[in-house]
């Protein structure tokens, strides 16, 4: 099986459930982060054909930090 994740950075917590959910019926495996911090600690342990899918407004930054 594939190891990618999909990291899926959304502080909408039924949104991002509602994202996560329709990628793991298409197959892939998939983790959340609702904040900026939580999801710049997972980019620290990704994998280099792991994806990452943000919004850009988060509650402690800018989804654009993301790709700092």
């Known amino acids: 099986m594939d190891k ?8 909408n917590i039924v ?5 996560c ?3 793991a019926r298409e197959g892939f495996r998939t ?3 609702y904040h900026l911090s939580t999801a710049k600690k997972l980019l ?3 994998s280099d054909g792991d994806i990452v899918v943000s919004d850009l407004r ?3 930054g800018d989804g654009i930090d993301l790709l700092r």
């Open 4 to 11: 990618t994740r999909i990291i899926v950075v959304e502080d």
């Open 15 to 19: 949104y991002c459930e509602f994202v």
């Open 21 to 23: 959910n329709l990628l």
């Open 31 to 33: 983790v959340q982060a």
């Open 44 to 46: 620290q342990q990704a």
């Open 58 to 60: 988060l509650p402690d």
